[in-house]
């Protein structure tokens, strides 16, 4: 028995709705950043004042007395107000775009379900023929590598704020694109994801990055293997890239070693961005701490589609492994546990122009 495909629209939290989350009404929300600026603005005016002229008492009167501005006004200070139109206009704009799409969709005679990023882990896309996903472009990278193999089409619902690079589509063109991808019609290209598999069974896949180490600011301890090649370390962590995020996390470490590389007379260069369809994946770790019991010598290099990195884990607790910057969906990676990092074999489908 045949069944009818869905659309399925991936939204995002706007940062609006996060201040409305956070205070309860638009209201208070407003009133909270007015006084947040006013007890900055005081700060600062304590900082510039003479201090031959500036005593304790008159310094807490000051402050006191702006604060008591700030209760006593009707509107907050223009800054503020100007800060508080942009949520709106942008809450407005995005909302609209949401709405659009929705009923444009809608006309295409299939099932249209819109969704949050926040359910997207545990959503089964298995009945979804094609997936919107209305940015940023982070929104992109979170919802890849949970839809399997159905096609994504990615829209930018605001190129005044959002550069796009994984937004191909503006609103007007996305119903085109649907179009063209339900029936058959529209060009793809198929994204290399990183996988992490634990020794428990457990499984992650990961867009741009993985991120293993500890929880919190301490030193991870770890076993590193690879191409035969095996060492103890103790760093702040391990970060593995796929090429779409090979411009992201990982080049701001060998910008910080071409950088020191420069600082002590050499001309060592950081590595070009990858395809994103390469079927490779780069790793590097995080300011390696050489000791007794610790090495430095295996700190970067490449996975391909036929080698794997191995870690286990000499966390007695707080290890985690995290994909995407996303540190809430997460697994956890203390001592006992060895993860297998690889090319997946899972691909994530993207709709271009």
């Known amino acids: 028995m045949g069944y009818t495909p869905s659309i399925i629209i991936v939204t995002r939290q706007t940062r609006l709705e996060g201040l409305r989350n956070r205070w309860g009404t638009l209201g208070q929300a407003k009133f909270r950043l007015a006084t947040s600026r006013a007890i900055a603005d005081a700060a ?26 700030v209760k006593k006004a009707s509107l907050p200070k223009t800054s503020t107000q100007a800060d508080f139109d942009e949520y709106i206009n942008e809450d407005s704009i995005y909302k609209g775009a949401v709405e659009k799409l929705a009923s444009e969709f809608m006309r295409l005679g299939f099932p249209v379900k819109t969704i949050d990023r926040s359910y997207v882990s545990n959503y089964d896309f298995g009945l979804a023929g094609i997936v919107v996903v209305i940015g940023q472009d982070g929104l992109v990278a ?7 193999d159905v096609p994504i089409v990615a829209v930018n619902p605001d190129p005044q704020r959002f550069d796009g690079i994984l937004l191909p589509f503006r609103v007007d063109q996305a119903l085109d694109a649907v179009n063209e991808t339900l029936m058959g019609k529209s060009k793809l290209k198929q ?108 700190v970067a290099g490449r996975i391909s589609d036929h080698s794997v990195l191995v870690i286990e884990s000499l966390m007695p607790d707080q290890g985690v492994i995290f994909s995407d910057g996303i540190e809430a969906d997460f697994l956890p990676f203390a001592s006992g546990s060895v993860v297998r990092i690889l090319v997946s074999k899972q691909f994530a489908t993207l709709v271009i122009q």
């Open 191 to 298: 994204l290399t994801l990183a996988e992490a598999q634990l020794n428990d069974g457990q499984r992650l896949l990961a867009f741009n990055d993985f991120f293993i180490g500890a929880a919190s600011h301490v030193s991870a301890r770890y076993v590193l293997s690879i191409d035969n090649s095996s060492e103890s370390q103790s760093s702040s962590g391990v970060i593995v890239s796929t090429g779409a995020g090979s411009t992201g996390w990982i080049s701001s470490v060998f910008n910080m070693t071409s950088g020191v590389a420069k600082f002590l007379g050499g001309e060592i260069h950081a590595p070009a961005p990858m395809p994103w369809d390469l079927r490779e994946l780069q790793w590097a770790v995080r300011e390696p701490f050489q000791s007794r019991t610790s090495q430095v010598e295996m």
């Open 142 to 148: 979170n919802v890849a590598k949970y839809v399997g």
């Open 44 to 69: 600062s005016d304590l900082e510039s004042a003479d201090p031959k002229n500036l005593t304790s008492k008159t310094a807490i009167s000051r402050f006191i007395g702006r604060k008591k501005v």
